[in-house]
């Protein structure tokens, strides 16, 4: 889901938003070619949409045969003692509607009563319905973010709310083996989407001061052991030469998450920006880790642009699937790359996205080798040259915190990976023609897109107490069906 307003991802677990009935998931598809499937973890994709329990946007209704995990993010709000996260802005926004719509009706409310102004009570009555629920929004934004947000559920059932963060993590693995051994005498696919290297990174004790790189060295160290479990149980089973396994993350280190002097959302590197930037290396590169023994090379590295994108053909293709036709699949199938059967990707750009705003545009020049990067649109760092948007929590994508350019920021990342030197015409004689057939490229990939229901509106991601997933008695949700049932692994 893209926003092109400066919420970019849902909210509330209450919202309406989340991913359309009609996008087809590789769940989906798999799932028609008679995998079971599951999802282990982070979901944040949406819930419901006019009722509490009609589940539209849940895992079940995108391909899924089975859940277990948290259907929003993690958040500080989820740990005692942490400062909040919900959008600061926000809040302020909720409070500033709540006013104005407090202040309208009271007005039309005294015309009305004193016979200046001709208005029927139940236009009234629905602003002040509308004002009540920014009221809400607001004041729950400051005590039931834990309660309404922080929950785990199985399938439908709502298992633990709040969550208990001492024990997500053992239970998280113990789901994931639970279906690996379910469903080791068939095809599966199995999405674990951990919590790990998430602020507020959450580190059980037995991993805490286990690495030389703080906290947030910690919680790598424990998502690392709780993937060798699982790669050790495929062994186990029999099952590690018929099973692709992929791992990846799905952004750079987020560098404006700090505590104190203290970095919170890893480092990138030699690459230039984090978590949030559409164009910058840093917010976008990341690694890919394959495994597939007898069928891929091991030790193998692959300096190609690739993307995640490209998880969804590669494993439709796995599993005999046909790819959705009535839509451009932007992926390409991996499997040709990661066996050695051809040596270039398939990818010629690759466009990257801040939100809905089309900020860099990279360009694999096959003949020659160079990967061309041009940018359109960069954040403006805070402070001046500092790398990240500290202060703000993260980078915008548009409006004052943006620099756009004409021409267009270029960089040969084949030569300069940390995107430290500018090109012009005067230094890079193909200047000019890149630039070129780079706009060519944005016009035609333009040409494939269409407009779509804004999922991240403000409707869609304010707080409404009829969507609620409550365990227990509303507003006071509490639940906790797990007990004691986390044996050590």
């Not at 003692?81 to 407090?102: F, G, H, M, R």
């Not at 960089?411 to 023609?433: C, G, I, K, M, N």
Request: with cysteine; charged share 15%.
């Amino acid at each position: 889901m893209a926003s092109s307003n400066r919420y970019r991802a849902l909210q509330w677990n209450a919202g309406s938003g989340g991913l359309p009935a009609n996008e087809t998931t590789f769940a989906r598809l798999l799932q028609q070619q008679g995998y079971t499937t599951g999802l282990i973890g982070k979901w944040h994709q949406g819930v419901n949409c006019e009722s509490f329990s009609d589940h539209c946007h849940h895992p079940l209704n995108h391909g899924f045969d089975y859940f277990y995990g948290m259907l929003f993010t993690l958040l500080n709000n989820c740990q005692e003692n942490k400062p909040p996260e919900l959008d600061v802005a926000l809040q302020a926004k909720l409070w500033l509607y709540s006013q104005i719509i407090a202040f309208a009706v009271l007005t039309l409310a005294a015309g009305r009563l004193t016979g200046l102004v001709s208005i029927r009570w139940k236009i009234i009555a629905c602003f002040t319905l509308a004002g009540c629920l920014f009221f809400i929004s607001w004041y729950s934004s400051y005590g039931f973010v834990q309660r309404w947000n922080c929950i785990l559920m199985r399938n439908h059932d709502i298992t633990e709310q709040p969550m208990r963060l001492e024990r997500t993590a053992s239970l998280m693995l113990k789901e994931a083996i639970s279906f690996i051994k379910r469903n080791r005498n068939g095809p599966f696919l199995l999405f674990v989407s951990f919590l790990h290297v998430h602020t507020p990174l959450f580190t059980t004790v037995k991993f805490l001061g286990k690495s030389h790189h703080g906290l947030y060295g910690d919680n790598v160290e424990e998502m690392d052991w709780m993937v060798g479990k699982i790669l050790d149980l495929l062994d186990k089973e029999g099952l590690k030469n018929h099973t692709f396994t992929y791992f990846a993350s799905d952004h750079g280190g987020h560098l404006e998450a700090q505590d104190g002097s203290a970095q919170m959302g890893g480092w990138n590197g030699i690459y230039k920006g984090g978590k949030g930037m559409g164009g910058w290396e840093g917010g976008i590169r990341v690694p890919g880790v394959f495994r597939w023994p007898g069928v891929l090379p091991a030790g193998t590295v692959i300096n190609e642009p690739t993307s995640l994108m490209d998880i969804f053909p590669t494993v439709v293709h796995l599993a005999g699937g046909i790819l959705p036709q009535d839509r451009v699949i932007d992926g390409r199938n991996l499997m040709p790359l990661l066996q050695g059967r051809t040596q270039k990707s398939e990818h010629k750009f690759l466009f990257h996205y801040c939100g809905s705003y089309l900020h860099a545009v990279r360009w694999h020049q096959k003949d020659s080798g160079a990967v061309w990067k041009a940018h359109y649109v960069t954040p403006n760092f805070h402070p001046l040259g500092a790398g990240a948007c500290y202060g703000k929590g993260i980078c915008p994508c548009f409006g004052e915190g943006v620099t756009h350019h004409d021409p267009p920021l270029l960089y040969d990342l084949s030569r300069d990976p940390s995107e430290s030197q500018p090109l012009s015409a005067d230094t890079e004689p193909l200047f000019d023609t890149v630039i070129e057939q780079i706009g060519r490229a944005i016009e035609e990939h333009r040409r494939t897109l269409t407009a779509v229901p804004q999922q991240l509106s403000l409707y869609n991601i304010i707080w409404k107490p009829w969507l609620q997933p409550c365990c227990g008695t509303f507003p006071f949700c509490w639940c906790d069906k797990e007990g004691d049932s986390t044996q050590s692994l």
